[in-house]
């Protein structure tokens, strides 16, 4: 399986891996990091770790790693949340009143 998400990674995209080893950050700091990584590079590509987390060298590939918490999700279910972050980052990048803080 991993050998498989390694196939899909492209070398020039910002890679963001959400692992349960990863980083626990605010949806500000995840917009502040989307756009960092929109202007640098030409896409960003998501990796959500599976039942057995992901690998040391898919977390040492990631320009970015997220954990959405210590407890465990169903991988659609962090698919969902997923989404809904990276719209809600948008939202505050437009300066749009979605997200209240």
Not at 18 to 23: A, F, P, R, T
Request: glycine content about 4%; hydrophobic content about 40%.
């Amino acid at each position: 399986e991993l050998t498989k998400i390694s196939s899909k990674l492209e070398s020039k995209a910002a890679l963001i891996c959400l692992d349960e080893k990863g980083q626990s950050i605010n949806s500000i700091n995840f917009a502040q990091n989307l756009e960092k990584f929109q202007t640098t590079y030409p896409k960003i590509q998501f990796v959500i770790g599976g039942a057995n987390g992901l690998n040391d060298e898919l977390r040492d590939k990631a320009n970015l790693l997220l954990s959405f918490g210590q407890q465990t999700w169903p991988h659609m279910m962090a698919r969902i949340m997923l989404v809904e972050q990276i719209y809600r980052a948008q939202q505050i990048l437009a300066n749009h009143p979605y997200h209240r803080e």
